[in-house]
């Protein structure tokens, strides 16, 4: 049974394993990350592999395990600098002295040493070692040194060691581990909730070779997906054509057209808390494309169009719709038209933008003029991604009010 309420949930987690017998411990550790709902990649040093099977930790975690830096195939589905960026915790259990050595003296000699370097999580060691090891000076050097470094050292404990002797050096156990994390990694405000997004244009096909299409980059959509993420959501994006990376952490579904995205959210509005609208979604597509390329044929040509699907207002219009948030592309009279798409398709918020002056479409910067029936926050220019994280505050705290304010 997955617990979704704690400081874990949807949480990026990286479980380095080092070489030592206490690597029988580590697949433990992946299954209790996992069952407080955190998402677990293992990383496995070389000599781990010899302590235990890297098909016991891809069953437990439910990928593959990443174990060297120059696997082209490893890193064609996420390069050591994806996962060092994915990641939003790295626990490495067991901590060998070996490793905790190359860590101190800064090498990156692995894939495991490397992604520490690489990466802005928070890194936490479970040293595992025998006590006279653990009592030289060159490891306690070491351990300073990281410490000074905000790695958190958890352990070692005391007690009987695999060597035969007594003291300590010995690993935690993996549900000290955990509850260590869960001391310090808090809820995000959106813990536990579901968030369906939809991003970028679509493209709504005249004949095999030609589209109707927009000049929406995704940039936006995607900004507040990896936002509501990094706030302890789980997020699906469904994305029409963009050449963007998937935020870490988010699940993504790639669609072309307006019918294909409709199909695509409403297969999966349902256990969905949040739907943020960020899509520019073609109003218009042709009545049937043509099976073959349309010919030239020197005359005008009229085309036949009907309304796209209005995706946003279908969702908002479900019997027990989500929180809906909804944007607005204007060119002029921003306020009155974003208030009344907040009120003709029931939103619960909507974020308006100003295009067509050099700002919204196909820039990393934009302005925000946020509604709801009752309030209103101007959001200055800044990047997308700050602005994203902006949004995801007030979406958090509306959601919270309107269920404070429900019977
Ligand atoms: O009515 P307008 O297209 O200006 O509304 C913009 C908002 O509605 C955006 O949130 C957009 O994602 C959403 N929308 C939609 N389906 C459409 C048209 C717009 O979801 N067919």
Redesign the pocket.
């Known amino acids: 049974m997955v617990d979704r309420s704690t400081g874990l949930a949807g949480r990026r987690i990286v479980v380095g394993i080092s070489g030592g017998i206490a690597a029988y411990k580590s697949p433990e550790l992946v299954r209790r990350l996992r069952e407080h709902g955190a998402e677990v990649r293992v990383v496995m040093t070389e000599s781990a592999t010899a302590f235990i099977s890297p098909l016991t930790l891809q069953a437990v975690s439910g990928h593959r395990v990443h174990r060297q830096l120059l696997d082209e195939q490893a890193e064609a589905a996420m390069g050591h600098i994806e996962l060092a960026r994915w990641a939003d915790q790295v626990v490495i259990a067991p901590a060998s002295a070996g490793l905790i050595a190359r860590l101190a003296a800064g090498l990156a000699d692995d894939l495991l040493t490397t992604l520490v370097l690489a990466t802005e999580a928070r890194i936490w060691l479970a040293p595992a070692m025998n006590r006279v090891m653990w009592a030289n000076p060159a490891v306690a050097d070491n351990c300073r040194r990281l410490a000074s470094r905000e790695v958190t050292l958890l352990g070692p404990a005391s007690g009987s060691q695999a060597c035969g002797e007594e003291g300590p050096g010995r690993m935690i156990e993996p549900d000290r581990i955990v509850k260590a994390l869960l001391d310090v990694v808090r809820p995000g405000p959106l813990t536990g909730r579901r968030f369906l997004v939809?991003a970028g244009p679509t493209f709504e096909d005249l004949d095999p070779v030609r589209f109707i299409g927009n000049r929406s980059s995704g940039r936006m959509g995607f900004a507040v997906a990896g936002a509501l993420a990094d706030a302890g959501a789980s997020v699906c994006l469904v994305a029409g054509p963009v050449q963007l990376d998937t935020p870490p952490g988010v699940e993504r579904v790639d669609v072309r057209s307006?019918g294909e995205m409709l199909e695509a959210v409403l297969a999966r509005i349902d256990p969905c808390h949040g739907f943020v609208?960020?899509?520019?979604?073609a109003?218009y597509r042709p009545v049937e494309p043509a099976r073959h390329k349309i010919k030239k044929s020197g005359q005008p040509l009229t085309l036949s169009l009907e309304p796209?699907?209005?995706?946003?207002a279908t969702v908002a219009a479900l019997p027990e719709p989500p929180f809906v948030v909804?944007?607005?592309a204007e060119t002029h009279d921003l306020e009155s038209y974003a208030r009344g798409?907040l009120e003709r398709k029931r939103l619960d918020l909507i974020a308006a933008n100003r295009v067509g002056d050099g700002s919204g479409f196909e820039c990393e910067h934009n302005a925000l003029e946020v509604y709801s029936r009752d309030c209103h926050w101007s959001l200055q220019p800044q990047s997308k991604t700050t602005l994203a994280h902006a949004l995801v505050e007030i979406i958090a705290q509306q959601m919270q009010q309107r269920e404070e304010s429900t019977p």
């Open positions: 939809t307006a609208a960020v899509a520019a979604v109003d796209c699907p209005d995706i946003l909804g944007f607005a798409k």
